[in-house]
Each structure stands twice: as structure tokens, then as C-alpha cells.
């Protein structure tokens, strides 16, 4: 827990950001028109909760319409219910961060305390999906996503350890392929790989490097490995704040989150403006029956946006 506890330090120092006795509102910043029609006329963010300690990797569970967060240094899973009420899912999660689920419903975790990605069976059970590579412990897996094959795509930067903890040599992107065999490295060459989410085709992953601070591109082979990396959008500007969690819209639109609050890119790499936030936010998912909410995990509060385009949906 101490090196959990050292992580979310250097995480919030990092951010520029603490928990100020008065809220600044959030606003949009718009850098073009186009950003204007993406939300509603009259939108607002509304904290929806508060009171944690850093919290990261929410997902929105349509069958049962509620919003599942990791509270990192909490060592908890926590559960948003439709009437805006707080509940514990897991304790402990082993300092879960990155959520998400598969083809098949089942919650997919990357957990930074047991370094290693799981996935939630249906009676409850745990199964782990990856532990090592090359038999060395992985660093401590960040982010996570599932493609429609079942390939399972994450992170693996060395936030939740200390440095004489890292067995591997590199800052990975690995692929869990959907026979759950030996897990394959897709790059070696990112400096701290964070999120990461798929075109609406699935033939782009888009991959951000937090120390970086710019967001790259893949094409996706056939064989679901990547090629053709390049710089989609440096996002290294003098406001604190890193690139991290990253979510796109059923039109390629990419919102991530960074310095300043959620950036919002055309499929082209063009920043169409920011999404201020009151915290600085470390991730965000699509929510609500419609999809058309952007629920932000910001530090120690949860904060909801409408938007007018759904995002793409977990299932």
C-alpha cells in the first residue's frame, strides 16, 4: 500500500491539483465550431460525487445503470447508482485502476496492487489473464480494452511500483489474444503508455504516452497486432497535466483527458476544444441509457457532461 499511497502522491503533484475549498465551475472551451455542436445548447457539468481519495477507470454498466470507479489508494471498486447514491463493489481490489468488460459481459480489470489483468467470472470467481511476460512480473497494468474478436489490449507503465520493483525491462503495450495464451508485446518504445481506446471500425488504436504528453496512433493488423505508429496530437502545453484515460464517439471524435480538463480531437487529429473541468481529471467513460453522457473521474470527484453524439459502448 505505501507504494500505492507514493503513486497517487506524485499523481496529484503532478496534476497541479488538490481538493480547493471552492470549486471552480467548469466550462467548455471551444476552438471551433464544431466543438459547440458536440454538447447541447445550455450544458452543464454537474458533480455527481465526491469525497474519495484518486479516483480512475469508470465504466458504465448499462444492465443495471450504474457507474463502476476505482478508488486507487482506497483499495476499492466503487458502485454510482441511479439515484446517486455510493456503494462498495469490491474491497479490496487490489488498487484497481483501468475497468472495463468483454464480449461476454465479464469485468475486466487491471490491478495495480497484484500487478496483473483479471477478469470477473459470472459466479465471482477471479481468473487471471496476465501476470508476467517472458517470466518477469509485469509493471503494474493501467489501462485496458477489448476488441470485438475478444483480443484484450492494455498498459503497462510502472506507476504502482517502486523502481527497484520493475522486473521489466521496457514500459509495454501488450495484447492478451482471445485464446488467453501467452500474452504478445505490441510495442516496447512509449515512455509511460496510459489509455488507450479503438476507432468505431476497430482499425485505429490510439495509444497516449502520460510523460510523452502526446496521444499516438496504430493501424490494427488483421492479426490484431499494430503497424504504422505516428504522433496523432501533441498534447504538451506549459499547464500541468498528462494525457491519460481516453474514450471515442460513435463518429471517431476522441476526448482525453489532460492538462487543463477532457481534449476533444476530430478523427484528423484536430483539437476541437476542451472540456474544463473543476479537478483535473485522470479518465472518463460513455454512460446512461443513451450513451450520450461523459462521466470524468477528476482526482476526488465524479462529473457528468451531456453531449449530443453517443459514445461507443462497452458491453
Not at 499511497?5 to 464544431?34: D, M
Not at 483479471?118 to 489501462?143: M, V
Not at 490510439?206 to 492479426?223: A, G, L, P
Request: proline letters at 7%.
Amino acid at each position: 500500500m505505501l507504494r500505492i499511497a507514493k503513486w497517487v502522491n506524485r499523481q496529484i503533484k503532478k496534476l497541479g491539483s488538490t481538493f480547493p475549498q471552492k470549486l471552480a465551475s467548469g466550462r467548455l472551451e471551444a476552438k471551433s465550431q464544431g466543438f459547440r455542436n458536440l454538447f447541447p445548447k445550455k450544458v452543464k457539468i454537474d458533480r455527481v460525487a465526491t469525497g474519495f481519495q484518486f479516483i480512475e477507470g469508470p465504466i458504465w454498466i448499462d444492465e443495471e445503470k450504474h457507474l463502476l470507479f476505482s478508488d486507487i489508494p482506497a483499495n476499492k471498486i466503487l458502485q454510482l447508482t441511479p439515484n446517486g447514491e455510493v456503494k462498495i463493489f469490491r474491497k479490496p481490489s487490489n488498487n484497481s485502476n483501468g475497468l472495463t468488460r468483454d464480449k461476454q459481459g465479464r469485468l475486466i480489470v487491471c490491478e495495480h496492487g497484484m500487478r496483473r489483468v483479471t477478469r470477473t467470472e459470472k459466479d465471482g470467481s477471479i481468473t487471471i489473464l496476465a501476470d508476467q511476460f517472458q517470466g518477469k512480473k509485469l509493471n503494474s497494468p493501467n489501462d485496458v480494452v477489448v476488441k470485438s474478436s475478444g483480443a484484450i489490449y492494455f498498459t503497462d507503465p510502472p506507476y504502482g511500483i517502486q523502481p527497484e520493483q520493475q522486473e521489466q525491462p521496457i514500459q509495454g503495450v501488450y495484447l492478451i489474444p482471445p485464446d488467453h495464451q501467452e500474452i504478445i508485446l505490441l510495442a516496447d518504445d512509449f515512455s509511460k503508455p496510459n489509455g488507450l481506446a479503438f476507432s468505431p471500425d476497430e482499425k485505429q488504436l490510439y495509444i497516449d504516452d502520460s510523460q510523452c504528453r502526446h496521444i499516438r496512433v496504430f493501424d490494427v493488423t488483421i492479426d490484431g497486432t499494430l503497424a504504422n505508429s505516428r504522433v496523432f496530437h501533441d498534447m504538451n502545453i506549459k499547464e500541468p497535466g498528462s494525457p491519460d484515460g481516453m474514450k471515442i464517439d460513435v463518429q471517431g471524435n476522441i476526448y482525453c483527458t489532460g492538462a487543463g480538463g477532457v481534449w476533444v480531437f476530430d478523427c484528423e487529429g484536430n483539437h476541437l476544444g476542451t472540456i474544463v473541468t473543476p479537478e483535473r481529471p485522470a479518465n472518463c467513460a460513455w454512460g446512461d441509457e443513451d450513451g450520450q453522457s461523459l462521466y470524468i473521474t477528476a482526482c476526488t470527484s465524479v462529473y457528468r457532461i451531456r453531449v449530443n453524439i453517443p459514445g461507443i459502448k462497452v458491453p
